[in-house]
């Protein structure tokens, strides 16, 4: 199995993650915690009150309120990112890191440190990657071009 480390220094904080190519079981960590990230957003407060949070402000609790724009970034990465990156990672050392790190101290991380991760995350498990149903120009011309010539060939004259 393959695996690649990532190392970030911030500071005096060394982090170091090594990031291992998925089998089954690492697979449906993954899909368990994106099945999780519905119950974080939820939790997440917005500045009009949204949500399951106890309306505007922080008079109820201690949970920061959040913008429209940090709530969908929070979904990417609560979606997408943190299962991941959380699932692909058999070791971590360094700062907050450990496998039982919520999603408040994963997007603390240090953006680069993030960078780093997604990358050797995705390098290994490229089957992991979103598709967003956008397909590459080039390709679908050439697709469609390929079809039309066959279509051309096998009519009957």
């Known amino acids: 199995m393959r695996t690649r480390t990532v190392e970030y220094v911030n ?3 060394t982090y170091r993650v090594v990031v291992t190519e998925a089998t089954a079981l690492v697979g449906m960590k ?10 974080y957003l939820d939790s997440v ?5 949204d949500g399951k949070g106890k309306g505007k402000g922080k008079a109820a609790d201690d949970r920061p309120v959040r913008s429209a724009l940090e709530v969908s ?4 990465l609560a979606i ?4 991941a990156l959380m699932a692909a990672a058999s070791e971590l050392d360094g700062g ?17 440190l993030v960078d780093d991760w997604v990358e050797a995350t995705y390098e290994l498990n490229p089957h992991w990657l979103p598709q967003l149903g956008l397909e590459d120009k080039d390709e679908a011309e050439a697709e469609k071009k390929a079809q039309s010539d066959d279509a051309s060939v096998s009519a009957p004259a």
Do not use: C, H, N, S
């Not at 993954?30 to 119950?39: M, S, W």
């Not at 970034?73 to 990417?76: D, E, K, R, S, T």
């Not at 997408?80 to 299962?83: A, L």
């Open 80 to 83: 997408w990112t943190y299962p």
């Open 45 to 49: 407060r917005t500045e009009d009150g």
């Open 11 to 13: 500071g005096k904080t």
């Open 73 to 76: 970034a929070l979904g990417v």
């Open 96 to 112: 907050d890191l450990g496998p039982t790190m919520g999603m408040e101290a994963f997007i603390a991380l240090p953006d680069a």
């Open 30 to 39: 993954r899909t368990i915690l994106q099945g999780q990230a519905q119950g």
